[in-house]
């Protein structure tokens, strides 16, 4: 079966560096998306990634390695409105997507 | 977690018809659901939000008269593409909000729904 699997919870300090990662196993690959949500809102697209290595983009970076069904967002200079939960989605060979079921960051002072 | 269920996950059509695709929340009840549309290799967009018993909301360019959404009920909405033409295939996802003692705001995701007109 397709599986998505990242950490449930996460703490870290504002200012700080935090890494969630990401592994799946699923039919197929066109692709790796990293969302935002913060409660009650909508998620909102932080990163694709469907080559090999890093791809940065501010204090957001995300990083894929294919042959390790692994994947990677880095959030860097903390701040407290990056509490929220992160989302790993998988795109399979269907373009069907396949989500995790997030990781939900929570920012202390 | 809560459990969102959609149907159906894929569906063929032929042009000019009109498809209704569900989204069940099985073990919570939700006030409000979300509607998103996804073309290959493209992030997710939101289409509308449905609240139920009042109208939904739909967002910039997304005409309301061709996608209905009807949210009847605390564990019901539905998406109905009507007159649906080859433009409109793509992937449908919904999503809802959990309510009630413990509310966290999170939203939980359905599997999403293939549509294809030919």
């Known amino acids: 079966g397709q599986n998505i699997d990242q950490p449930t919870e996460m703490t870290a300090t504002e200012g700080a560096i935090v890494q969630i990662n990401c592994t799946y196993q699923?039919?197929?690959?066109?692709?790796l998306f990293w969302y935002q949500q913060h409660a009650g809102e909508a998620p909102t697209f932080l990163s694709y990634?469907?080559l090999d290595g890093l791809e940065e983009k501010g204090r957001f970076s995300s990083f894929l390695s294919r042959s390790k069904g692994y994947s990677y967002l880095l959030l860097k200079e903390l701040q407290m409105k990056d509490s929220a939960s992160y989302l790993c989605?998988?795109?399979?060979?269907?373009?069907?997507?396949?989500w995790g079921a997030g990781t939900k960051l929570i920012i202390k002072p | 977690g809560a459990v969102v269920s959609q149907h159906p996950s894929w569906v063929i059509c032929k042009s000019g018809t009109s498809v209704k695709i569900e989204c069940r929340s099985l073990?919570?009840?939700?006030?409000?659901m979300f509607w998103y549309r996804q073309f290959p290799k493209q992030s997710l967009m939101l289409m509308a939000t449905?609240?139920?018993?009042?109208?939904?909301?739909?967002e910039q360019g997304v005409e309301k008269d061709k996608f209905l959404i009807n949210h009847a009920s605390l564990t019901l909405s539905t998406l109905t593409v009507t007159s649906a033409h080859p433009e409109d295939s793509s992937f449908y996802i919904c999503?809802?909000?959990?309510?009630?003692?413990?509310?966290?705001?999170?939203?939980?995701f359905g599997e999403g729904s293939r549509l294809t007109v030919l």
């Open positions: 989605a998988v795109l399979d060979s269907n373009y069907q997507l396949i």
């Open positions: 699923t039919s197929g690959f066109n692709g």
């Open positions: 449905s609240n139920e018993g009042s109208k939904a909301t739909y």
């Open positions: 073990d919570f009840q939700a006030t409000t």
């Open positions: 990634n469907v």
């Open positions: 999503s809802a909000r959990v309510i009630g003692t413990g509310d966290t705001g999170e939203l939980f």
